[in-house]
T-cell receptor, first 113, second 111 residues
């Protein structure tokens, strides 16, 4: 099993460009999450999907949109990238919302110039 | 005040040392508590849950003090491979749910 996979691993964007970060899990989990991690800030929740067909805002949703394409896939879109969105983005999944064990993907390192 | 606070460190210890990390949380309604480990440039992984009665997993011991709202992690007989960042994580239910990650404490174990 691959667990949680993310693409791309690295990306450089210019201000104003758009892109979609892809995430997929093969553990048949109901819940999926997108976090960003910045130095000294800890992981901050951007959006989550408690179950297929639902999405909700997390702590820092501004500038992002998400799509729960099916039970396996949860994508994060930056419509107009800004330098403040330079960060490491992690996708995670868990069997149920708020369950203790979240399984994380390897992360996407994004630099916005 | 941050909802989950940790000493960022770094903690520099020799192999074989015992090291303790503390974490405080601000919301008394917090329900579940965990320690995650994150290696440099890698994803976080669950290390252990923290129970009210305290729990141990090999060289690792986690404790919870609800009255004082803090969580601790003790690592005995430190190994070089323990070098990582340790994240304190708290979950609470407020209508939906909320999982809060601390910023982490960095540990370097030296030979």
């Amino acid at each position: 099993n691959a667990g949680v996979t993310q693409t791309p691993k690295f990306q450089v964007l210019k201000t104003g460009q758009s892109m979609t970060l892809q995430c997929a899990q093969d553990m048949n989990h109901n819940s999926m999450y997108w976090y960003r991690q910045d130095p000294g800030m800890g992981l901050r929740l951007i959006y989550y999907s408690a179950s297929e067909g639902t999405t909700d805002k997390g702590e820092v949703p501004n500038g992002y949109n998400v799509s729960r394409l099916n039970k396996r896939e949860f994508s994060l879109r930056l419509e107009s990238a800004a330098p403040s969105q330079t960060s490491v983005y992690f996708c995670a999944s868990s069997e149920y919302p708020g369950q203790e064990t979240q399984y994380f993907g390897p992360g996407t390192r994004l630099l916005v110039l | 005040r941050k909802e989950v606070e940790q000493d960022p460190g770094p903690f520099n210890v020799p192999e074989g040392a015992t090291v303790a990390f503390n974490c405080t949380y601000s919301n008394s309604a917090s329900q579940s508590f965990f320690w995650y480990r994150q290696d440099c440039r890698k994803e976080p992984k669950l290390l252990m849950s923290v129970y009210s009665s305290g729990n141990e997993d090999g060289r690792f011991t986690a404790q919870l003090n609800r009255a004082s709202q803090y969580i601790s992690l003790l690592i005995r007989d430190s190994k070089l491979s323990d070098s990582a960042t340790y994240l304190c994580v708290v979950t609470l239910r407020t209508g939906g749910f909320k999982t809060i990650f601390g910023a982490g404490t960095r540990l370097f174990v030296k030979a």
